[in-house]
Nanobody
Framework: QVQLVESGGGLVQPGRSLRLSCAAS????????MAWHRQAPGKQRELVAE???????YIGDSVKGRFTISRDGAKRTVYLQMNSLTPDDTAVYYC?????????????WGQGTQVTVSS
C-alpha cells in the first residue's frame, strides 16, 4: 500500500514563501506522476502542479511564475516551492500519486496540509 505524508504547511504572511514536502512509501509503480492539489473553503479541488518520473511538469495557470515543483527520486519525495504567496493561495494542499500503468491507474492521496496566507 502506498502512503503519502505531507509536511511544511502553516501560517505565512502575504509575499512570503513556503515549501511543502510529500514523502511516498510503499510499493510504487516506477512510472508515476506526483502532484499537488489544493482545496479552499467552498471551492472545488484544483490541480496546482504535477511532475512525472520522466521529468515532465505541469504548473497551473493560477500559480505559474510563483510555484515550482520538483522531486528527489532517491528520497521518493516531491516538493512544492511556493513564492510570493497571496491570501488566494490559502487552502488545504493535498499530495497525490498516480501510477501511470496501461489500463487502470491507481492513485493515492495524502492527508493534506493547511496553508494559510494572512497578515
Amino acid at each position: 500500500q502506498v502512503q503519502l505524508v505531507e509536511s511544511g504547511g502553516g501560517l505565512v504572511q502575504p509575499g512570503r514563501s513556503l515549501r511543502l514536502s510529500c514523502a511516498a512509501s510503499g510499493s510504487i509503480f516506477s512510472f508515476h506522476a506526483m502532484a499537488w492539489h489544493r482545496q479552499a473553503p467552498g471551492k472545488q479541488r484544483e490541480l496546482v502542479a504535477e511532475i512525472i518520473t520522466n521529468g515532465r511538469t505541469y504548473i497551473g495557470d493560477s500559480v505559474k511564475g510563483r510555484f515550482t515543483i520538483s522531486r528527489d527520486g532517491a528520497k521518493r519525495t516531491v516538493y512544492l516551492q511556493m513564492n510570493s504567496l497571496t491570501p488566494d493561495d490559502t487552502a488545504v494542499y493535498y499530495c497525490n500519486l498516480r501510477e501511470l500503468r496501461d489500463g487502470p491507474q491507481p492513485d493515492y492521496w495524502g492527508q493534506g496540509t493547511q496553508v494559510t496566507v494572512s497578515s
